[in-house]
């Protein structure tokens, strides 16, 4: 998962309850994070270790299926 702040809705009002500036001080252009770090991530915000990832895309970067 890429995770990109500059393409986040809520950048500004929502950074200082996210995962993102609490492991990393700041927001960078663009942290990628795999299935296993998300879901480590998953567990120690659920047990209040970390606040959850607050990413609301601006847009989407799904593919549609042409046919």
Avoid: F, I, N
């Avoid at 990109?4 to 009002?13: H, K, L, S």
């Avoid at 998953?42 to 209040?48: C, F, I, Q």
């Amino acid at each position: 998962m890429l995770v990109d702040c500059d393409q986040c809705a809520v950048r500004g009002p929502a950074c200082s309850g996210c995962v993102v500036t609490v492991l990393l001080g700041s927001t960078p252009d663009g942290v990628e994070w795999d299935e296993t770090e998300r879901a480590a991530l998953g567990v120690l915000a659920d047990s209040g270790l970390v606040p959850p990832l607050r990413l609301v895309p601006t847009h989407s970067h799904r593919k549609r299926a042409v046919g």
